[in-house]
């Protein structure tokens, strides 16, 4: 499996994961804010929550990460948890925009 082929998987398994008090996954949601496939299948994946008291805090970084290394070809996961830069509705896709009536 090519890199450009691996990543599209990669995405395809993150937008599985849902943020559970929004009904738009955390891909869509601009949660996803790197993401980068590194010699051997290695994912790396920077990413942030909608607010730092987040409920979901101690529980969507890791469904994420387990989604990733569940697809095929995945040799290992490194997931950071940032909020550099704070999260705003504006990093959102316009899909989930959309979905959520913001346009």
Same mark, same amino acid.
């Given at each position: 499996?090519?890199?450009?082929?691996?990543?599209?998987?990669?995405?395809?398994?993150?937008?599985?994961?849902?943020?559970?008090?929004?009904?738009?996954?955390?891909?869509?949601?601009?949660?996803?804010?790197?993401?980068?496939?590194?010699?051997?299948?290695?994912?790396? !994946? /920077?990413?942030? #929550? %909608?607010?730092?008291?987040?409920? &979901?805090?101690?529980?969507?970084?890791? +469904?994420?990460?387990?989604?990733?290394?569940?697809?095929?070809?995945?040799?290992? !996961? /490194?997931?950071? #948890? %940032?909020?550099?830069?704070?999260? &705003?509705?504006?990093?959102?896709?316009? +899909?989930?925009?959309?979905?959520?009536?913001?346009?």
């Amino acid at each position: 499996m090519s890199e450009s082929e691996l990543r599209e998987e990669v995405v395809r398994a993150i937008k599985t994961v849902y943020d559970p008090e929004i009904p738009v996954d955390v891909y869509e949601l601009g949660l996803i804010y790197d993401l980068k496939i590194f010699p051997v299948n290695n994912v790396f !994946v /920077s990413m942030t #929550l %909608t607010s730092p008291s987040c409920p &979901s805090a101690g529980t969507l970084p890791g +469904e994420v990460e387990q989604k990733i290394r569940e697809v095929e070809g995945v040799n290992d !996961v /490194s997931l950071e #948890l %940032t909020f550099d830069p704070p999260y &705003s509705t504006e990093m959102m896709s316009e +899909e989930a925009k959309l979905e959520l009536g913001f346009m």
